[in-house]
């Protein structure tokens, strides 16, 4: 489905990303591990049109996408959870989702999508009246998870969705983060906690320095013993 060949990201004179290939399959979770400053965050930048690589190939469902803008890409299917939630803190939560169908026309689709995300996340139902800024971090979370699903993405980018949040939170993100996948969205998932991330993905890439050292079954790595030593504790 996605298909990253050998792309440079530069941020003026530094190499940020080195030589970096990996693809993600229909209906997978994969997940891109490693320390604070490998790259991650850069490497979801670049699929998602907000940064361009200087080389290298990115292609989405056989077509290349790396000279498209963020939101014609949006409009073929990719959505971006971004670090940090960047949510609209002054708008409402109702009009953070439906700033997240911006590209659809079809009022009924609009409709279903709403009852969808609020089936999943019965607190922002409770809560759509209410500005988005005066949310707990973990609603937020869900709030920026909801309005890229009602983009109806067949690939959903998400960054640090675990970040600042209480353990008991984490692991209701996670079991979200499944269930999504499970109802048929394909996911790339950037995630500090690697325990967590290993634990629901498929495959898994390991960057360090901007370069992937290290790939395979999501399982496998969660018993190699160098990744236990450097991510795991």
Known sequence: MLKVKNINVYYDAIHAIKDVSFKVNEGEI???????????????HTVSGLMKAKSGEISFQKQKI??????????????????????????TVQENLELGAFTKKDKKAIKRNFEMVYEKFPRL???????AGTLSGGEQQMLAIGRALMSEPKLLLMDEPS????????QEIF?????????GTTILLVEQN?????SIAHRAYVLETGKVVL???????LGNDEVRKAYLG
């Open 30 to 44: 994969v997940t891109l591990i490693g320390a604070n400053g490998a790259g991650k965050t850069t490497i979801l």
């Open 66 to 91: 790396d000279h498209l803008e963020a939101h014609k890409l949006l409009q073929l299917g990719i959505a971006h959870v971004p670090e940090g939630r960047r949510v609209f803190a002054e708008m």
């Open 125 to 131: 139902k409770e809560r759509r009246k209410q500005i």
């Open 163 to 170: 970040m600042g949040l209480a353990p008991i939170l984490v």
């Open 175 to 183: 079991n979200i983060i499944k269930e999504i996948n499970a109802a």
């Open 194 to 198: 690697a325990n967590m991330a290993l």
């Open 215 to 221: 790939e395979g079954n999501a399982k496998d790595l």
